[in-house]
């Protein structure tokens, strides 16, 4: 087996040393950090003749830089993709995603617990400026999907597991009848992150991650990654990142480089906890539901072991009780932070859904009161400690 093949293999190695040439930075460990916002070049045809496919070659920050190509390739190599390309934050990946594969006049099948800023974009600039229709669907069928699709359906957004009921999506199977209707898939794959699920091997044709999640993994970067398995699809995403200007800094790469080394070992311990978590909030008499795509009682559990290798920290559960209630269990926690986003080394809790309106809550099926928590490194122990003491009232 050549090196490369076994590289490919092997997700330890690939976040440890895929991508990285040592020899074109005098051999050290960690690769620098190129703030270069330009290169420079030995005659005009070398300029002109720039082939920007070449990796040893590079020509302007907004177009590409040493460093993001170091992260955009072990993306593309941890997610099965033929490539993958970094951008300033999540939502500049996910709306280049849209405006790449959308046209005027396109229409639009999304989840309805995907990233609500999406949806937004979606309902807002989509529909008043490219006259895009979307429908929303709860996701659990693919009947669903099939019975929304229309001849001028060109995406499909799923985001499997949803980051607040953790409800699931069949993807080889929606998947499958994107690619009969001549629709495209694009998941988020925040959750899982490409060490528990793949979705490209699966059917879907574009993954995204918000990389200040677990890639990023210390709460001090944001960033997105697209990776798709299509040269066509690269090609138009590469030339609308370099034209909206969305590329990720060569900081902020850097960073998630280092994300990259520790994320199969963080998220091992950010899931052991989760579970245990999980188990006890499922058996406490104040805890009406639990929702963990971990626990056998997840409705979507058979579907979870077919397509996910493991789950992470994020869960949510509802108390037997109001939003005041639950207010006051959020505000109790003391390790628990009060905090929208996740993914980092500490614990947090939100309210998600605490300032909408019922009949927004019951098309995303859940009450006022869940409760989404992520579950940190700091212990077992004192994470479910904190959970009972603020669920005694």
């Given at each position: 087996m050549s ?8 997700s330890?190695?690939i976040?440890?040393?895929y991508?990285?040439?040592y020899?074109h930075?005098?051999?050290?460990i960690v690769?620098?950090?190129f703030?270069?916002s330009l ?5 005009l045809?070398?300029y002109?003749?720039?082939?920007r ?12 830089n ?6 955009e390739d072990?993306?593309?190599?941890l ?16 709306v280049t995603a849209?405006?790449t594969?959308?046209?005027?006049g ?5 989840v309805?617990?995907?990233?609500g ?6 309902d807002?600039?989509g ?7 979307t ?17 001028h ?7 499997s597991?949803?980051?607040?009921i953790f ?26 992150t490409p060490?528990?699920q793949?979705?490209l091997?699966l059917?879907?044709d574009?993954?995204?991650h918000?990389t200040?999640?677990y ?6 970067v ?5 990776v ?6 690269m ?10 200007g ?6 902020e ?5 280092r994300?990259l080394r ?15 978590v ?9 805890v009406?539901k639990v929702?963990?795509?971990g ?7 058979e579907?979870m072991?077919?397509q ?6 994020l ?18 926690l ?6 929208v ?10 309210l998600p859904h ?5 009949a927004d809550c ?5 009450d006022?009161n ?7 490194l700091e212990g077992?122990?004192a994470?479910i400690?904190?959970?009972e003491s603020?669920?005694?009232?």
């Amino acid at each position: 087996m050549s090196e490369q093949k076994q590289y490919l293999k092997s997700s330890k190695l690939i976040t440890a040393h895929y991508g990285e040439e040592y020899e074109h930075y005098y051999n050290s460990i960690v690769p620098p950090i190129f703030m270069n916002s330009l290169n420079v070049f030995e005659t005009l045809d070398d300029y002109f003749d720039f082939d920007r496919k070449d990796k040893h070659k590079y020509c302007y920050g907004r177009v590409q830089n040493p460093t993001v190509r170091i992260l955009e390739d072990k993306m593309g190599a941890l997610e099965h993709g033929i490539g993958a390309l970094a951008f300033a934050s999540g939502m500049a990946a996910a709306v280049t995603a849209v405006l790449t594969v959308c046209r005027t006049g396109s229409h639009v099948i999304c989840v309805r617990n995907a990233y609500g800023p999406l949806k937004t974009f979606l309902d807002g600039y989509g529909k008043e400026h490219m006259n895009i229709a979307t429908t929303y669907v709860d996701g659990d069928r693919v009947e669903e999907f099939e019975e929304s699709i229309t001849d001028h359906t060109h995406l499909i957004i799923l985001e499997s597991p949803s980051s607040v009921i953790f409800s699931l999506q069949d993807i080889r199977g929606v998947s499958e009848l994107a690619k009969r209707a001549g629709a495209k898939i694009y998941i988020d794959n925040t959750f899982c992150t490409p060490i528990y699920q793949q979705p490209l091997d699966l059917g879907a044709d574009i993954v995204m991650h918000t990389t200040s999640k677990y890639i990023g993994g210390h709460s001090d970067v944001i960033g997105g990654i697209l990776v798709v398995k299509d040269e066509g699809l690269m090609n138009q995403l590469l030339a609308n990142r370099e034209l909206f200007g969305g590329i990720v800094g060569p900081m902020e790469a850097w960073l998630m480089i280092r994300g990259l080394r520790t994320m199969e070992v963080r998220i091992a311990q950010h899931e052991e906890t989760a579970m245990a978590v999980a188990e006890f909030l499922e058996k406490h008499p104040r805890v009406r539901k639990v929702n963990y795509p971990g626990l056998p009682s997840h409705p979507q559990y058979e579907l979870m072991k077919r397509q996910q290798r493991g789950n992470t920290g994020l869960m949510s559960f509802e108390i037997d009780g109001t939003l005041e209630m639950a207010t006051k269990v959020a505000e109790r926690l003391k390790v628990f932070k009060i905090g929208v986003s996740w993914g980092g080394f500490e614990s947090l809790v939100f309210l998600p859904h605490a300032r909408m309106g019922e009949a927004d809550c019951r098309a995303l099926r859940g009450d006022k009161n869940i409760i989404r928590i992520h579950c940190g490194l700091e212990g077992t122990e004192a994470l479910i400690s904190d959970l009972e003491s603020a669920l005694t009232y």
